[in-house]
Protein backbone atom coordinates (compact mmCIF):
# COMPACT_ATOMS: atom_id res chain seq x y z
CA UNK A 1 0.00 0.00 0.00
CA UNK A 2 2.74 2.14 0.58
CA UNK A 3 4.41 1.66 -2.38
CA UNK A 4 1.60 2.33 -4.64
CA UNK A 5 0.56 5.72 -2.38
CA UNK A 6 3.67 7.02 -3.20
CA UNK A 7 4.23 5.64 -6.46
CA UNK A 8 0.41 7.43 -7.15
CA UNK A 9 1.68 10.78 -5.36
CA UNK A 10 5.06 10.64 -8.10
CA UNK A 11 2.93 10.24 -10.97
CA UNK A 12 0.08 13.13 -10.24
CA UNK A 13 3.15 15.63 -10.12
CA UNK A 14 1.54 17.06 -7.38
CA UNK A 15 4.07 19.38 -5.51
CA UNK A 16 3.48 19.76 -1.88
CA UNK A 17 3.96 22.27 0.51
CA UNK A 18 5.61 19.42 2.76
CA UNK A 19 8.05 16.20 2.21
CA UNK A 20 6.36 12.95 2.74
CA UNK A 21 8.46 10.40 4.22
CA UNK A 22 7.90 6.54 3.96
CA UNK A 23 9.27 4.54 6.71
CA UNK A 24 9.10 0.45 6.89
CA UNK A 25 9.92 -0.31 10.03
CA UNK A 26 10.22 -3.87 11.47
CA UNK A 27 10.35 -5.67 14.95
CA UNK A 28 7.01 -4.06 15.74
CA UNK A 29 6.11 -7.36 17.56
CA UNK A 30 9.44 -7.72 19.51
CA UNK A 31 8.60 -4.20 20.86
CA UNK A 32 8.06 -1.34 18.41
CA UNK A 33 12.52 -2.15 17.71
CA UNK A 34 12.43 -0.58 14.61
CA UNK A 35 10.04 2.94 14.67
CA UNK A 36 12.22 3.14 18.46
CA UNK A 37 15.25 2.98 16.22
CA UNK A 38 13.92 5.81 13.80
CA UNK A 39 12.20 8.17 16.21
CA UNK A 40 15.67 8.01 18.31
CA UNK A 41 17.86 8.35 14.89
CA UNK A 42 15.62 10.31 11.84
CA UNK A 43 16.65 10.25 8.80
CA UNK A 44 15.67 14.08 8.45
CA UNK A 45 15.86 16.19 10.77
CA UNK A 46 13.47 15.27 13.91
CA UNK A 47 11.73 19.20 14.48
CA UNK A 48 10.86 18.50 10.45
CA UNK A 49 8.23 15.48 11.53
CA UNK A 50 5.06 16.82 11.74
CA UNK A 51 2.92 13.64 11.55
CA UNK A 52 2.93 9.79 11.94
CA UNK A 53 0.17 7.92 9.84
CA UNK A 54 0.24 4.55 10.86
CA UNK A 55 -1.11 1.93 8.41
CA UNK A 56 -0.42 -1.68 10.15
CA UNK A 57 -2.73 -3.51 9.78
CA UNK A 58 -5.73 -1.78 8.22
CA UNK A 59 -7.48 -4.95 7.63
CA UNK A 60 -9.35 -4.98 4.30
CA UNK A 61 -11.40 -8.54 5.18
CA UNK A 62 -14.58 -6.83 4.47
CA UNK A 63 -16.34 -3.63 2.40
CA UNK A 64 -15.19 -0.42 3.94
CA UNK A 65 -18.02 1.13 5.45
CA UNK A 66 -17.00 2.68 8.42
CA UNK A 67 -13.31 3.57 9.65
CA UNK A 68 -11.78 3.20 12.87
CA UNK A 69 -9.05 5.58 13.67
CA UNK A 70 -7.15 5.52 16.71
CA UNK A 71 -6.27 8.95 18.41
CA UNK A 72 -9.27 10.47 16.36
CA UNK A 73 -10.00 12.97 19.57
CA UNK A 74 -6.05 12.96 19.92
CA UNK A 75 -5.27 15.90 17.71
CA UNK A 76 -6.08 17.57 14.63
CA UNK A 77 -4.73 14.81 12.74
CA UNK A 78 -7.38 13.32 13.85
CA UNK A 79 -10.20 15.82 12.52
CA UNK A 80 -7.82 15.71 8.83
CA UNK A 81 -8.33 12.05 9.21
CA UNK A 82 -12.48 12.62 9.57
CA UNK A 83 -12.38 14.80 6.87
CA UNK A 84 -10.72 12.57 4.42
CA UNK A 85 -12.78 9.23 5.39
CA UNK A 86 -16.43 11.82 5.37
CA UNK A 87 -15.36 12.62 2.06
CA UNK A 88 -15.48 9.53 0.23
CA UNK A 89 -18.73 8.84 1.74
CA UNK A 90 -17.41 6.89 5.44
CA UNK A 91 -17.99 6.70 8.88
CA UNK A 92 -16.22 7.11 11.63
CA UNK A 93 -15.49 5.83 14.88
CA UNK A 94 -12.96 6.23 17.42
CA UNK A 95 -11.84 3.10 18.93
CA UNK A 96 -14.55 0.64 19.52
CA UNK A 97 -11.99 -0.87 22.44
CA UNK A 98 -10.40 1.34 24.37
CA UNK A 99 -9.67 -1.00 27.22
CA UNK A 100 -7.39 -2.63 24.72
CA UNK A 101 -5.15 0.33 24.76
CA UNK A 102 -4.49 -0.50 20.62
CA UNK A 103 -3.46 3.20 20.72
CA UNK A 104 -0.22 2.85 22.11
CA UNK A 105 0.32 -1.15 21.09
CA UNK A 106 1.62 -0.32 17.47
CA UNK A 107 4.53 2.12 15.82
CA UNK A 108 2.42 4.98 16.11
CA UNK A 109 3.82 5.35 19.77
CA UNK A 110 7.48 5.75 19.42
CA UNK A 111 6.18 8.97 17.12
CA UNK A 112 3.86 9.68 20.13
CA UNK A 113 6.70 9.71 23.14
CA UNK A 114 8.74 12.53 20.96
CA UNK A 115 5.52 14.52 20.34
CA UNK A 116 4.41 13.89 17.02
CA UNK A 117 0.61 14.30 16.53
CA UNK A 118 0.05 10.25 15.67
CA UNK A 119 -2.58 7.91 14.17
CA UNK A 120 -3.91 4.84 12.96
CA UNK A 121 -6.74 3.57 11.00
CA UNK A 122 -8.13 0.46 9.92
CA UNK A 123 -11.45 -1.12 8.57
CA UNK A 124 -14.05 -1.15 10.91
CA UNK A 125 -17.04 -3.89 11.29
CA UNK A 126 -20.49 -1.85 10.84
CA UNK A 127 -21.95 -1.95 14.66
CA UNK A 128 -24.56 -4.78 15.16
CA UNK A 129 -23.69 -6.86 12.23
CA UNK A 130 -23.18 -9.95 13.31
CA UNK A 131 -21.53 -11.68 10.03
CA UNK A 132 -19.13 -8.87 9.82
CA UNK A 133 -18.17 -9.61 13.91
CA UNK A 134 -17.89 -13.34 13.41
CA UNK A 135 -15.36 -12.58 10.37
CA UNK A 136 -12.98 -10.34 12.60
CA UNK A 137 -12.91 -12.89 15.49
CA UNK A 138 -12.48 -15.41 13.15
CA UNK A 139 -9.55 -13.42 11.18
CA UNK A 140 -7.86 -12.68 14.58
CA UNK A 141 -8.38 -16.32 16.57
CA UNK A 142 -7.04 -18.62 13.06
CA UNK A 143 -5.04 -15.93 10.77
CA UNK A 144 -3.55 -13.25 13.52
CA UNK A 145 0.19 -14.25 14.48
CA UNK A 146 -0.23 -17.98 12.87
CA UNK A 147 1.33 -19.11 9.16
CA UNK A 148 -2.44 -18.73 7.75
CA UNK A 149 -1.78 -14.90 7.26
CA UNK A 150 -0.60 -15.58 4.07
CA UNK A 151 -1.54 -14.12 0.36
CA UNK A 152 -3.60 -16.43 0.10
CA UNK A 153 -6.73 -15.35 2.50
CA UNK A 154 -9.69 -13.36 1.38
CA UNK A 155 -9.35 -9.72 0.75
CA UNK A 156 -11.87 -7.11 -0.77
CA UNK A 157 -9.78 -5.45 -2.43
CA UNK A 158 -12.59 -2.62 -3.56
CA UNK A 159 -11.86 -1.96 0.54
CA UNK A 160 -7.89 -1.72 0.58
CA UNK A 161 -8.22 0.53 -2.42
CA UNK A 162 -10.58 2.87 -0.66
CA UNK A 163 -8.68 2.69 2.56
CA UNK A 164 -5.62 4.27 0.59
CA UNK A 165 -7.42 6.55 -1.04
CA UNK A 166 -8.15 7.97 2.56
CA UNK A 167 -4.70 7.44 3.59
CA UNK A 168 -3.49 9.33 0.20
CA UNK A 169 -6.29 11.91 0.49
CA UNK A 170 -4.73 13.02 4.31
CA UNK A 171 -1.26 12.67 3.63
CA UNK A 172 -1.94 15.57 0.91
CA UNK A 173 -4.02 17.23 3.42
CA UNK A 174 -1.28 17.50 5.96
CA UNK A 175 1.70 18.01 3.78
CA UNK A 176 -0.04 20.99 2.40
CA UNK A 177 -1.42 22.11 5.40
CA UNK A 178 -0.19 25.60 6.23
CA UNK A 179 -0.16 24.60 10.01
CA UNK A 180 1.76 21.75 11.58
CA UNK A 181 -1.34 19.09 13.69
CA UNK A 182 -1.08 19.64 16.90
CA UNK A 183 -2.18 17.65 20.10
CA UNK A 184 -6.00 18.78 21.41
CA UNK A 185 -5.28 20.71 24.94
CA UNK A 186 -7.11 17.92 26.56
CA UNK A 187 -5.44 14.71 25.40
CA UNK A 188 -3.26 12.57 27.59
CA UNK A 189 -0.20 12.54 25.07
CA UNK A 190 0.16 16.25 24.74
CA UNK A 191 2.56 16.12 28.02
CA UNK A 192 4.74 14.53 25.08
CA UNK A 193 5.00 17.14 23.47
CA UNK A 194 5.13 19.85 26.26
CA UNK A 195 8.01 18.11 28.24
CA UNK A 196 10.10 15.75 25.52
CA UNK A 197 12.94 15.63 28.14
CA UNK A 198 11.13 14.41 30.54
CA UNK A 199 10.77 10.74 28.20
Given at each position: MLLD????LRKSGNSLKRSLLFVFV????????????FTAYPTVEAKAIVADINVDMFLPILPLKRLTVLGLAESDLGDDAR???EAL???????PQPERNLFIRSDQYNFIRHGIPSLAMGVAPE?????????FKDWLTHRYHAPSDDLDQPVELSAAGLYEEVVRSLMISVADSGHR???????????YADHPSMY
Open positions: VAASTGEEKGLLGSRYQAAGLAVQSDPGNAEQAKIPQWKPDSFFRR
